[in-house]
């Protein structure tokens, strides 16, 4: 697996778990700067865990 395929199944992870929490109400009153960074983040590490686990 390359580093693309394992952010190509992290983006879709994350953004999955992100449309999930959007559309149930749990992010509502949270400023759009904190989801973004929020997602950045848990797209690059969970990106990397996939590529370090499926090497």
């Known amino acids: ?3 693309l395929d394992a952010f ?3 983006f ?3 953004f999955g778990i992100l449309l999930a929490l959007f559309f149930s109400g749990a ?4 400023k ?3 989801i973004v960074f929020i ?4 797209w690059v590490s969970n ?3 996939i ?3 499926f090497r």
């Open 1 to 3: 697996m390359s580093l």
């Open 8 to 10: 190509i199944i992290g």
């Open 12 to 14: 879709s992870i994350i």
């Open 27 to 30: 992010i509502k009153n949270v």
């Open 32 to 34: 759009p700067f904190f």
């Open 39 to 42: 997602f950045a983040v848990a």
């Open 47 to 49: 990106s990397f865990l």
């Open 51 to 53: 590529y370090v686990i």
